[in-house]
């Protein structure tokens, strides 16, 4: 059974680029026909899907973030990331990385804070 | 951009059928999930493409799409049952591939 796991500074200053990986066990990256997925989910809110990468490489956003965000693959370490510049307080979230809708990590809370 | 929109809560006593909507234009055209999400974890995957159920689901939990409404349907409701529940679809037809809808907690009397 594929298990996700994300990682990555929980503490970030605002301008600053939030980077966060997904190392991906028990399945290989790049065999299937599986969508890698990162979604947030800011406290007391709901959830907000950023971003995915496609087993083929191709990348979709989120409009409302697409000027902010790159996912990546790299397939030699069986992980996938996330890159988001210039944040804000109002991207303070918890941020799960997911393997199309059943397969999620445990979440990371990422603070945006001076 | 493709909107889903879901009652912020429902409540039922133990032993009841449970309810959740999700509403969007033309929903049943679209492929629905539903997940369960409790408190300080992350969200599963309790329903999918409208009515299918992962391994390891329980009956009890069920799904059905049509016209403008996909339903949850939560029979003989636990108190383990209270949680939020999300409606989520793909839309490729837009730039916003997921969309979930905003959220119901379901609360169990």
């Known amino acids: 059974q594929v298990q996700l796991q994300e990682s990555g500074p929980g503490l970030v200053k605002p301008s600053q680029t939030l980077s966060l990986t997904c190392t991906v066990s028990?399945?290989?990256?790049?065999?299937?026909?599986?969508?890698w997925s990162w979604i947030r989910q800011p406290p007391g809110k709901g959830l907000e899907w950023i971003g995915y990468i496609y087993y083929s490489g191709s990348t979709y956003y989120n409009p409302s973030l697409k000027s902010r965000v790159t996912i990546s693959v790299d397939t030699s370490k069986n992980q996938f990331s996330l890159k988001l510049s210039s944040v804000t307080a109002a991207d303070t979230a918890v941020y799960y990385c997911?393997?199309?809708?059943?397969?999620w990590g445990q979440g990371t809370l990422v603070t945006v804070s001076s | 951009s493709y909107v889903l929109t879901q009652p912020p809560s429902v409540s039922v006593a133990p032993g009841q059928t449970a309810r959740i909507t999700c509403g969007g234009n033309n929903i049943g055209s679209k492929s629905v999930h539903w997940y369960q999400q409790k408190p300080g974890q992350a969200p599963v995957l309790v329903v999918y493409d409208d009515s299918d159920r992962p391994s390891g689901i329980p009956e009890r939990f069920s799904g059905s799409n049509s016209g403008n409404t996909a339903t949850l349907t939560i029979s003989r409701v636990e108190a383990g049952d209270e949680a939020d529940y999300y409606c989520q679809v793909w839309d490729s037809s837009s730039d916003q591939h997921w969309v979930f809808g905003g959220g119901t907690k379901l609360t169990v009397l």
């Open positions: 028990g399945g290989s990256i790049s065999s299937g026909d599986y969508y």
């Open positions: 997911a393997r199309d809708a059943a397969d």
